[in-house]
């Protein structure tokens, strides 16, 4: 079992056949994960570099994780006390530890586009960990299995992606993913905040969220990303959380009970209330656990391995 692509740049390149392998192998990996040994000798020949040029919790740590019950070898790079302080370009870094025998790459990097760029260059496979406001595929893989395991299936669901859709390579990703697989998708949050022709891409918009949350079964709540905002796009995030914001009264109103989800780091209090991030009807954990799950399997078949161990 492999994929139909060397490297898993974005969700846009794979075939809705990749997506199903890809949730097929998390499967098997997921019950290994349940095992008192959560632990394969899968990929004990294959070394794996994690570069990370941008700040990450979550798919850091997971992908270390999702390494290491694969029995790979592995190695963490962070731009900060590194070369890159010196002058060091991209390929120069990546070069030198690619020359120190490495087979996989991990990145994430602040400029759209990245791995893209390292893919025409390098001969190691490279898995893009987010780059920029383009894609985060290891995310939206994640988001969909989480809904499949949630609801049975991703085909035919109604998903509303809420917030800042223009500065989210989770929210593209999400949108590529999600119609592929057959979901109906629809993004909400301010006019400022969703790319003008998003539409195009398959999705329905909606300004007002207490009606997309009507619409819809699954909410996946996006974080304000005030730090890639080079000018104010909303007033005051008072003002953002009162009109735009996720909380317990709004979903109260509905005559339904949805499922929340967000990919992490929560701006409590702003997007999404805590007396509904940590509500029963929030799988914000459970998506992060399945985040392990589904990058052993990305990376599994990257690797061109036959048989989950
Ligand atoms: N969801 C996500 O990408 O989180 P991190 O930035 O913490 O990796």
């Avoid at 383009?134 to 395991?149: C, F, G, K, V, W």
Wanted: aromatic residues 6%; charged residues 25%; contains cysteine.
């Amino acid at each position: 079992m492999t994929l139909s692509v060397k490297h898993l740049l974005g969700i846009k390149e794979l075939q809705p056949e990749d997506i199903e392998r890809i949730f097929q192998t998390a499967d098997n990996f997921k019950q290994v994960l349940n095992r008192p040994i959560k632990k394969v000798p899968s990929l004990r020949d294959t070394t794996v570099a994690n570069i990370f040029f941008e700040n990450s919790t979550r798919t850091r740590i997971s992908f270390e994780l999702a390494e290491k019950r694969l029995s790979a070898d592995v190695v963490n790079f962070s731009a900060s006390g590194s070369s890159v302080s010196k002058g060091e370009t991209l390929i120069d870094t990546v070069n030198n530890i690619l020359a120190m025998k490495v087979d996989m790459v991990v990145m994430r990097h602040s400029a759209s586009g990245a791995p893209w760029f390292l893919a025409n260059h390098i001969d190691a496979s490279i898995i893009n960990a987010g780059d920029g406001i383009n894609e985060h595929p290891t995310q939206a893989l994640l988001d969909a299995y989480s809904i499949r395991e949630r609801l049975g299936d991703v085909k035919g669901k109604r998903v509303v992606l809420i917030g800042d859709i223009m500065h989210s390579r989770v929210a593209l990703s999400n949108i590529f993913c999600l119609t592929k697989l057959g979901a109906e998708v629809m993004v909400a949050g301010p006019p400022t905040l969703i790319p003008k022709h998003i539409e195009s891409l398959g999705v329905k918009v909606e300004y007002d969220v207490k009606k997309a949350l009507q619409w819809c079964e699954v909410a996946n709540v996006l974080r304000i990303q005030l730090e890639r905002q080079h000018k104010p796009l909303f007033s005051t995030l008072r003002e953002y959380a009162l009109y735009y914001g996720v909380n317990r009264q709004m979903l109260d109103s509905i005559e339904k009970e949805i499922v929340i989800m967000h990919p992490g780091p929560i701006n409590r209090g702003v997007e999404l209330n805590s007396d509904v991030a940590d509500s029963k009807q929030s799988i914000i954990l459970p998506q992060v656990e399945n985040g392990v799950a589904i990058r052993m399997a990305v990376i599994y078949l990257l690797s061109g391995k036959r048989e989950v161990e």
